[in-house]
């Protein structure tokens, strides 16, 4: 999986909850991304990073807040998930956005809130 | 709307049949489109990147053709395998954007 990690890979937590999901790569690729995939919807994009510190909102971003204090890391918080946040989670990065670059995958995340 | 239409949406073959996979899109103005495998549990993973000057573009038994004319493309699989059961994502980039439009994937299974 080009070096990148997910933690957790499953999580079951409550409504009003605070959730943090850890994505760590070690390509040292400059963009990283989060999406979600809900069944009948492509992947979405949550919210991207292209560089330490530097982020900005994807189409649904809406409920989530992300962190890239260090090149090899990007953290997805729910501030107070719902039962809407129900979804599977991937994290991806890629080297550059033009030539065209792949972006490669995480395992995902599963995360069930009740 | 910038939108990619898959079709079908599943699929059932058997072993050692070939496959095609059609993916419309309305994305604009074009940078380039991209075949991603999803094998279930997993992330996606590239198989093809395609640009407007490319029509076609292999990866072993996996061939993307595209037609940027008529905003159309597919992926034919030759010979398939009981591994190539996954879910066949097609995503299209917007020039001058990071955003990526994806398709909701074309499930397919492969029987003995």
């Known amino acids: 999986d080009a070096g990148i990690t997910q933690s957790p890979r499953h999580k079951v937590t409550e409504t009003g909850t605070p959730v943090t999901l850890r994505c760590h790569q070690t390509?040292?690729?400059?963009?990283m991304y989060w999406y979600r995939q809900d069944p009948g919807h492509g992947l979405r994009l949550i919210h991207y990073?292209?560089?330490?510190?530097?982020?900005d909102k994807g189409e649904v971003s809406d409920g989530y807040s992300v962190s890239r204090s260090k090149t090899e890391d990007f953290l997805l918080t729910l501030e107070s998930a719902t039962s809407s946040q129900t979804s599977v989670y991937f994290c991806?990065?890629?080297?550059?956005?033009?030539?065209?670059?792949?972006?490669?995958f995480g395992p995902g995340t599963r995360l069930l809130v009740l | 709307k910038n939108q990619v239409e898959q079709s079908p949406q599943s699929l059932i073959i058997l072993e050692g049949k070939n496959c095609t996979l059609q993916?419309?899109?309305?994305?604009?103005?074009?940078?380039?489109l991209r075949w991603y495998k999803q094998d279930t549990g997993r992330g996606p993973v590239s198989l093809t990147i395609?640009?407007?000057?490319?029509n076609t573009k292999s990866n072993g038994r996996y061939t993307a053709t595209l037609d940027a004319d008529t905003k159309q493309s597919s992926l034919h699989i030759t010979a398939s395998q009981l591994s190539d059961s996954a879910s066949y994502i097609c995503?299209?980039?917007?020039?001058?954007?990071?955003?990526?439009?994806f398709g909701k994937g074309t499930k397919l299974s492969v029987i003995p």
């Open positions: 991806a990065i890629s080297g550059a956005l033009a030539p065209p670059e792949t972006q490669y």
């Open positions: 390509e040292n690729h400059r963009y």
């Open positions: 990073s292209y560089g330490v510190k530097d982020t």
């Open positions: 993916c419309n899109y309305t994305v604009s103005p074009f940078s380039n």
């Open positions: 395609m640009t407007f000057s490319e």
């Open positions: 995503v299209v980039a917007r020039a001058g954007s990071y955003q990526l439009t």
